[in-house]
């Protein structure tokens, strides 16, 4: 007697399998069901999350035959080398250098004007600075500015960069700015009235930055708009945490830290 297989679609008909590709960081592919299209930015145990050109991210099923890479139909799996499971960019959207070293610090300088500011450059753009050996200092406040560039003493081997909040024509700070006149000191600021204000709000979960009455407190004040305990401290953590790159800022701040890491990285002239 005969034995036939159980499954009697006919050859022509059967979905052949897909290529086995690794999923590995910044590979962009379509999802086939969705038709959501981005770059692999992580690869866990069964799933896959992508990240689309606007910053959204989706988690998908390490499906067979689930994505589309140039157009062709494939399996997405697990990357198996440590190495490709590594980010190939970092937070500041530059190309990771694996096991790189930090260099020895320049003379030259970064001055911010307080730790919230500190702090997110160097979640954003510390991996490259490690690598630039430039420092980054906060000042607690600007009023003194002048004499700290004065006290700094830069020259072309020593250059200082100072990032100030809320440089608009007619500030305080673009008086004290104004005062800043060495060659080899440069002085930019983002329009905000304070660093919080740089980080995207979606990125934090709100629709939009309150905004705070003339004469009260502005993080205080934005705390009470968005009903967050008033703790500066605790809220400036959430916001924080809500930054994962260079996505998460506003172009007036990414340009503005950018523009000072090319000036203090420069060859001395």
């Known amino acids: 007697m005969r034995s036939y297989s159980p499954d009697l679609t006919p050859p022509w008909k059967k979905q052949q399998p897909a290529p086995e590709v690794p999923a590995d960081p910044d590979l962009v592919v379509e999802e086939v069901g969705t038709g959501f299209c981005g770059a692999v930015i992580g690869c866990e145990a069964g799933t896959v999350t992508l990240e689309d050109?606007?910053?959204?991210?989706?988690?998908?099923?390490?499906?067979p035959r689930g994505f589309l890479l140039e157009g062709?139909?494939?399996?997405?799996?697990?990357?198996?080398?440590?190495?490709?499971?590594?980010?190939?960019?970092?937070?500041?959207?530059?190309?990771?250098v694996p096991g790189a070293r930090a260099r020895v610090a320049r003379a030259g300088r970064i001055y911010v004007e307080g730790r919230h500011d500190a702090e997110l450059v160097e979640k954003v753009w510390g991996d490259d600075l490690r690598i630039e050996g430039v420092v980054v200092e906060y000042l607690e406040g600007i009023d003194d500015l002048p004499a700290i560039v004065t006290a700094f003493a830069p020259g072309p081997d020593a250059r200082l960069g100072v990032l100030v909040d809320h440089l608009v024509p007619g500030s305080k700070e673009s008086r004290i700015a104004s005062e800043i006149s060495s060659a080899h000191a440069l002085v930019v600021g983002h329009p905000y009235i304070d660093v919080w204000e740089?980080?995207?709000?979606?990125?934090?979960?709100?629709?939009?930055?309150?905004?705070?009455?003339?004469?009260?407190?502005?993080k205080t004040g934005v705390c009470r708009a968005l009903g967050w305990p008033e703790n500066t401290g605790a809220a400036w953590q959430r916001i924080l945490s809500g930054v994962r790159s260079y996505k998460d800022l506003e172009p007036e701040l990414l340009g503005r830290v950018e523009e000072l890491i090319d000036f203090v990285t420069a060859p001395g002239v």
């Open 53 to 63: 050109r606007f910053g959204k991210h989706r988690v998908f099923p390490l499906a």
């Open 72 to 96: 062709r139909v494939v399996t997405l799996v697990r990357p198996t080398s440590p190495s490709a499971a590594r980010p190939v960019r970092t937070a500041s959207g530059s190309l990771a």
């Open 198 to 218: 740089a980080v995207k709000p979606s990125s934090v979960g709100i629709r939009a930055w309150p905004t705070v009455p003339r004469g009260e407190d502005w």
